[in-house]
């Protein structure tokens, strides 16, 4: 328990802060939620266990698959990958299959946009399709020019477009409608990656507007924890059409149809242990709640931008100047200005209590935002005050009061140890350092307390490129 709590203290985890990162919803994991994974009668199941012995786990599959089904306007699901990423070759999978089915085999070029999430060119690539990319305009949406050039030039190959809705730069696509259309027109399938489904649950749904299929990230939407690496929960989902192509498994027929791939998991349910999360979250919300959720997802996301506008400009908006679920931070030319970097930037956020954003994706030099709708007015406050305090301290380098290199954007985080030694060499204070501006009156921490990053600035570039193994040589344990 001890080492526990010494683990728990030395985390910035969600319990603590909010976890801003875009792209990837850290949303809240309501203790209701989880407690049922820890029974036994879910945990000690095993995946194997015969169709007699696991009927109430059976009957809780079959209920969360027509939740979702009937939540994205879809007609089947597959709850067998337990990863986004292993959902995306699944759905990949199944269009080539329906392609090979219609002897239109040659069919293997996938259009992806620049704008994508990276693990969409590489499911291609496994599902042995070619990648072509597609360019985006300057509000981020698909280029519909080049899109259409594209679709002429491979018109006769052309299997798949790939596209994330809302995109990955923050808005909507306006024009979606006529992205499927195009694609229909020449023969191909479209996969709208649904890594951002938050930002449609109970307004929109993908199977209505031209989709065909999907993957849904349980480990994000629907509050199934992801840090750590694992576990998620990846399904794919489709139209009929695509239905017979879903994961099948050997060792159990129930799992798929008979006609499909083979399995993307050893399991035939993935991660079934875990599902019971997002059964009890779609069962407590309700229709009207997850509506309502998605809702405050984008408004929180729009409160944000439309706060830190004046001091960060947004990127990417949309013809209304409302972004989507996310807003993307440009610090390019505050860099070019000061030399502070979005590293910088990340790091300060540290000695203000809270977890970065996602740095430098999909653009480098930029911070994208994700509040989520988990989070109250409070924090989104308290974020928005520690942005507009870095933001002076960034002001600070550039009139000359510190050096990018000697200034305590530079030198964060800052660690107790680092505060309480006799050496400092800094031209700020070390209140300035461990309490920053509106710190020390409770304008920015409220009620939770100071927390102490344990490490401090790391070279993260190297530690990429030179591996170390942590592990005792084997001689200790002669």
Same mark, same amino acid.
């Given at each position: 328990?001890?080492?526990?709590?010494?683990?728990?203290?030395?985390?910035?985890?969600?319990?603590?802060?909010?976890?801003?990162?875009?792209?990837?919803?850290?949303?809240?994991?309501?203790?209701?939620?989880?407690?049922?994974?820890?029974?036994?009668?879910?945990?000690?199941?095993?995946?194997?266990?015969?169709?007699?012995?696991?009927?109430?786990?059976?009957?809780?599959?079959?209920?969360?698959?027509?939740?979702?089904?009937?939540?994205?306007?879809?007609?089947? =699901? *597959? /709850?067998?990958?337990?990863?986004?990423?292993?959902? !995306?070759? &699944?759905?990949? +999978? %199944?269009?080539?299959?329906?392609?090979?089915?219609?002897?239109?085999?040659?069919?293997?070029?996938?259009?992806?946009?620049?704008?994508?999430?990276?693990?969409?060119?590489?499911?291609?690539?496994?599902?042995?399709?070619?990648?072509?990319?597609?360019?985006?305009?300057?509000?981020?949406? =698909? *280029? /519909?020019?080049?899109?259409?050039?594209?679709?002429? !030039?491979? &018109?006769?190959? +052309? %299997?798949?477009?790939?596209?994330?809705?809302?995109?990955?730069?923050?808005?909507?696509?306006?024009?979606?409608?006529?992205?499927?259309?195009?694609?229909?027109?020449?023969?191909?399938?479209?996969?709208?990656?649904?890594?951002?489904?938050?930002?449609?649950?109970?307004?929109?749904?993908?199977?209505?507007?031209?989709?065909?299929?999907?993957?849904?990230?349980?480990?994000?939407?629907?509050?199934?924890?992801?840090?750590?690496?694992?576990?998620?929960?990846?399904?794919?989902?489709?139209?009929?059409?695509?239905?017979?192509?879903?994961?099948?498994?050997?060792?159990?027929?129930?799992?798929?149809?008979?006609?499909?791939?083979?399995?993307?998991?050893?399991?035939?349910?993935?991660?079934?242990?875990?599902?019971?999360?997002?059964?009890?979250?779609?069962?407590?919300?309700?229709?009207?709640?997850?509506?309502?959720?998605?809702?405050?997802?984008?408004?929180?996301?729009?409160?944000?931008?439309?706060?830190?506008?004046?001091?960060?400009?947004?990127?990417?908006?949309?013809?209304?100047?409302?972004?989507?679920?996310?807003?993307?931070?440009?610090?390019?030319?505050?860099?070019?200005?000061?030399?502070?970097?979005?590293?910088?930037?990340?790091?300060?956020?540290?000695?203000?209590?809270?977890?970065?954003?996602?740095?430098?994706?999909?653009?480098?030099?930029?911070?994208?935002?994700?509040?989520?709708?988990?989070?109250?007015?409070?924090?989104?406050?308290?974020?928005?005050?520690?942005?507009?305090?870095?933001?002076?301290?960034?002001?600070?380098?550039?009139?000359?009061?510190?050096?990018?290199?000697?200034?305590?954007?530079?030198?964060?985080?800052?660690?107790?140890?680092?505060?309480?030694?006799?050496?400092?060499?800094?031209?700020?204070?070390?209140?300035?350092?461990?309490?920053?501006?509106?710190?020390?009156?409770?304008?920015?921490?409220?009620?939770?307390?100071?927390?102490?990053?344990?490490?401090?600035?790391?070279?993260?570039?190297?530690?990429?490129?030179?591996?170390?193994?942590?592990?005792?040589?084997?001689?200790?344990?002669?």
């Amino acid at each position: 328990m001890r080492y526990l709590r010494m683990l728990a203290d030395r985390d910035l985890a969600l319990d603590r802060t909010m976890i801003p990162l875009g792209s990837c919803t850290m949303k809240l994991n309501a203790v209701t939620e989880m407690e049922s994974i820890t029974w036994p009668e879910f945990s000690s199941l095993h995946p194997f266990a015969p169709v007699d012995q696991s009927l109430g786990s059976r009957k809780l599959i079959d209920q969360l698959s027509q939740w979702l089904i009937s939540i994205t306007g879809y007609d089947a =699901v *597959s /709850l067998q990958p337990n990863a986004g990423s292993q959902g !995306e070759f &699944s759905g990949l +999978l %199944a269009i080539r299959s329906y392609h090979d089915s219609r002897n239109d085999s040659h069919r293997r070029v996938c259009l992806i946009p620049s704008s994508a999430h990276g693990t969409n060119a590489a499911s291609a690539v496994m599902a042995g399709m070619r990648v072509v990319v597609v360019a985006t305009d300057d509000r981020g949406n =698909v *280029s /519909l020019d080049d899109l259409r050039a594209k679709i002429a !030039e491979h &018109s006769s190959e +052309l %299997a798949a477009l790939m596209i994330t809705y809302p995109s990955t730069h923050g808005v909507f696509e306006t024009a979606i409608g006529d992205i499927c259309a195009a694609v229909h027109d020449a023969g191909g399938q479209v996969y709208v990656d649904g890594a951002n489904l938050n930002a449609l649950v109970g307004l929109a749904q993908p199977g209505k507007f031209g989709a065909d299929v999907s993957h849904l990230n349980l480990h994000k939407t629907f509050c199934i924890p992801h840090g750590g690496g694992g576990p998620g929960v990846g399904p794919v989902i489709c139209r009929s059409h695509l239905a017979p192509f879903l994961p099948n498994h050997p060792m159990d027929p129930t799992a798929g149809p008979v006609t499909g791939p083979g399995p993307v998991s050893a399991a035939p349910f993935g991660s079934a242990s875990i599902l019971p999360i997002s059964w009890a979250y779609i069962r407590l919300m309700g229709g009207s709640g997850l509506t309502h959720a998605t809702q405050v997802a984008i408004l929180s996301a729009n409160y944000i931008a439309r706060k830190l506008g004046e001091y960060y400009p947004v990127l990417y908006s949309g013809a209304t100047g409302l972004v989507a679920h996310e807003c993307i931070l440009d610090l390019r030319e505050i860099t070019r200005e000061t030399g502070v970097t979005v590293d910088d930037v990340a790091k300060r956020l540290m000695d203000y209590g809270f977890h970065a954003p996602t740095m430098s994706f999909p653009v480098a030099g930029t911070l994208m935002v994700e509040p989520t709708e988990s989070e109250d007015i409070v924090e989104l406050d308290r974020f928005i005050a520690a942005m507009i305090a870095i933001y002076r301290e960034i002001q600070a380098v550039g009139d000359g009061t510190y050096t990018s290199e000697n200034s305590p954007l530079r030198n964060a985080p800052h660690t107790s140890e680092k505060m309480t030694s006799m050496a400092w060499e800094h031209p700020y204070t070390r209140e300035v350092a461990a309490f920053p501006q509106g710190l020390a009156l409770g304008e920015i921490i409220g009620r939770r307390g100071k927390y102490w990053p344990t490490v401090g600035r790391i070279d993260g570039a190297y530690g990429d490129r030179h591996l170390i193994c942590a592990c005792p040589p084997l001689e200790e344990y002669l």
